[in-house]
């Protein structure tokens, strides 16, 4: 009996060493994973947002639901033009402003009467999903709806009853235009038409988006599927978690705090990688007066790197104008891009380079597998080693001044730091030093030239596991500069602000790095030098979506500096906590006058005691 259990022993013993040492077992997942939607959806990288509807021609960034649905009429709308163009751009998809927070739904709804069905828009008989959703599939695309679950027109909303109506929205439109790839909520929630907020039912909604769609993956500030980034300004934490922790927290108001969404929570229980939403213009709908405030070059590429490059995916809107097509200046602006990215990305450097590794799990994660392009083949060190090193020993010397990294996200983002070095005069000499990699990360620098690189893993949670590894070199690239917005043209040198003790250089000369401060309830009087003919006024904030920037405010003027007439009251600047970009303010006819006032009435931080001004100047 002794002998055969002996000999059991043995055996298994032998067959452990074949299972093992020939064919090692893969590293166990780290942490929460992507679903199968999740990592598709992040291999898309690069997508369209459209912001369409009626703000494209009342020319506000958010609607009040009193609109007449008369205003909504496209000349010569073209989904097939919308697609064509985000097919050019290297895009892999479209997601739509199906209903934004006016309530007016781009396809005929049975559970609203503000609709293209009220509007002249092919006579009533139009539906912009169906035309976009048929656009997408004609060019390879994918489709994806934004709703907002704020409604300012339907009289139901503050009410339970609204839940039920937003969810039977949900379900028409995600069973009607076949499949949907990301739903995205956005989280504001304000007053409706009877003057009441609504106390969303998340739990519903979701169940809507789970039944009719399962593969979709669901945007809010707390995902589930993906998560807000935390700015609208274009940029991913250089620390970038693709975990979050969610519980107790809520779209909207209840969110985690903006540099959490922006870096994600290292130990996060959730799987809730990160999307960058930014505007190639400074607003998300379309205005005639932005049609030559197109973000640069430089800019959309610092905007690629800083989201893309820094394991997030980048949502661009690019709003449809009145004609219902992308604006020219857009679209060229878009393939610019790509040609730009082709170039950069075209000639990977690492291709039949040898590489080694410091450890390695054996056969199947050799350290090769990092070049070898394919996305599901990985180097893995061995349990429980946390600091590894790759040395890349390229086909020939080059020049470099892109890298590109990537972990095999199906087992958990692990790596918490990193660094790179590369070979020069016989020794080794550092590059860049980073923290997380995620699904994808790519560093600029100087260029360098050299024939090897060493890639240190500093950190990682478990045994990092790297499926990539990419050098490139650029001449295409104009001098990387920050997406930052411009500077406002600075006020006529008669102008002087008679506020007492605020610093009215910083309000007069037009530079965003530069603001005052004022007591609310204090407005801010301008006296300029004469009197003169003004048509609006450019509001510029400060750029920090912490400040306290002005969200409503009056205007007023004046002959003799003491008595005002009003010119606008109860203005505002929708969406200028996320979006803190130059705003301007149209008169309604011309205002003649030496003073000029603005009050403040509302900032876009609550109980705030001051509001911020970076610059006012005359609209041109």
Same mark, same amino acid.
């Given at each position: ?11 298994? %013993? ?44 009342? #020319? ?19 989904? =097939? ?8 751009? *290297? ?6 402003? %199906?209903?934004?927070?006016?309530? !007016? ?90 003057g009441k907020r609504q106390e969303y039912h998340w739990p519903l909604f979701h169940k809507s988006v789970h039944t009719r769609q399962p593969q979709a993956v669901i945007f809010s500030d707390v995902g589930p599927g993906c998560r807000w980034i935390g700015n609208e300004r274009g940029f991913a934490g250089e620390t970038n978690w693709s975990r979050l922790d969610t519980a107790g927290f809520a779209p909207g108001h209840g969110s985690p705090a903006l540099d959490t969404l922006n870096c994600g929570n290292v130990h996060g229980q959730a799987w809730v990688p990160g999307e960058v939403d930014v505007s190639i213009r400074p607003g998300w709908f379309y205005s005639p007066s932005t049609d030559m405030q197109v973000k640069p070059l430089f800019a ?22 009145? =004609? ?43 350290? %090769? ?32 001044? =892109? ?50 690189? =060493? ?15 990419? +050098? ?6 104009? #001098? ?37 401060? +004022? ?16 048509? *609006? ?6 750029? #920090? ?41 149209? !008169? ?33």
């Amino acid at each position: 009996m002794a002998k055969t259990t002996i000999a059991t022993v043995m055996s298994v %013993a032998f067959a452990t060493f074949i299972t093992f040492g020939c064919n090692p077992v893969p590293p166990s997942p780290y942490g929460p994973t992507p679903t199968a939607a999740q990592l598709e959806w992040q291999k898309m990288e690069y997508y369209m947002f459209v912001h369409f509807g009626p703000n494209t021609f009342t #020319d506000v960034e958010w609607g009040d639901g009193r609109e007449d649905p008369s205003v909504f009429n496209p000349s010569e709308l073209d989904c =097939r033009q919308w697609a064509a163009t985000a097919s050019a751009a *290297g895009m892999k998809g479209i997601i739509i402003t %199906a209903k934004h927070h006016d309530g !007016f739904c781009l396809w005929p709804s049975r559970f609203s009467t503000h609709t293209v069905r009220e509007s002249p828009w092919r006579d009533g008989r139009g539906d912009v999903l169906r035309e976009l959703s048929d656009a997408c599939r004609e060019y390879g695309l994918k489709f994806g709806v934004y709703l907002s679950p704020w409604d300012q027109n339907h009289p139901a909303y503050g009410t339970p009853e609204y839940n039920t109506v937003f969810a039977n929205t949900l379900d028409e439109v995600l069973s009607s235009y076949g499949e949907v790839f990301e739903q995205w909520f956005d989280g504001a929630c304000g007053e409706g038409p009877n003057g009441k907020r609504q106390e969303y039912h998340w739990p519903l909604f979701h169940k809507s988006v789970h039944t009719r769609q399962p593969q979709a993956v669901i945007f809010s500030d707390v995902g589930p599927g993906c998560r807000w980034i935390g700015n609208e300004r274009g940029f991913a934490g250089e620390t970038n978690w693709s975990r979050l922790d969610t519980a107790g927290f809520a779209p909207g108001h209840g969110s985690p705090a903006l540099d959490t969404l922006n870096c994600g929570n290292v130990h996060g229980q959730a799987w809730v990688p990160g999307e960058v939403d930014v505007s190639i213009r400074p607003g998300w709908f379309y205005s005639p007066s932005t049609d030559m405030q197109v973000k640069p070059l430089f800019a959309l590429l610092d905007i690629y790197y800083k989201s893309v490059g820094r394991n997030a995916n980048l949502l661009l809107n690019v709003p449809a104008d009145r =004609r219902g097509r992308i604006h020219p200046s857009d679209s060229a602006r878009l393939v610019e891009l790509r040609r730009v990215l082709d170039a950069t990305f075209a000639d990977n450097l690492t291709r039949g380079a040898s590489v080694t590794a410091s450890s390695t799990r054996g056969k199947g994660y050799e350290a %090769a597998r990092v070049v070898d392009g394919d996305y599901d083949a990985y180097w893995a060190a061995a349990d429980g080693v946390c600091q590894a090193s790759l040395t890349i020993v390229l086909p020939r010397t080059a020049q470099a001044n =892109r890298l590109v990294l990537q972990e095999y996200i199906p087992l958990g983002q692990r790596v918490a730091q990193f660094s790179v070095e590369y070979f020069l005069d016989g020794e080794w000499q550092p590059l860049a030093m980073g923290t997380t990699i995620g699904y994808k990360r790519i560093l600029r620098f100087a260029t360098i030239t050299t024939d090897r690189l =060493r890639i240190n893993i500093l950190r990682s949670l478990a045994c990092p596991a790297l499926n990539g590894v990419g +050098l490139y070199f650029t001449q295409a690239e104009p #001098d990387a500069q920050s997406a930052e917005s411009a500077n406002m043209a600075a006020a006529p040198a008669a102008w002087r602000v008679v506020t007492s003790k605020v610093d009215g250089a910083a309000i007069l000369d037009g530079d965003p790095a530069t603001m005052a401060l +004022l007591p609310f309830g204090e407005p801010l009087t301008i006296d300029m030098g004469g009197r003169d003919t003004l048509y *609006g006024l450019g509001y510029l904030p400060a750029h #920090d979506m912490q400040a306290p920037n002005v969200s409503r405010y009056s205007i007023s003027a004046s002959d003799d500096g003491h008595n005002w007439r009003m010119v606008v009251e109860g203005g505002r600047f929708d969406n200028i906590r996320n979006n803190p970009v130059a705003q301007r303010i149209e !008169f309604a006819s011309p205002v003649t006058a030496r003073y000029i006032r603005l009050e403040a009435v509302e900032t876009a931080v609550e109980s705030s005691n001051r509001y911020a001004v970076a610059g006012i100047a005359p609209l041109k």
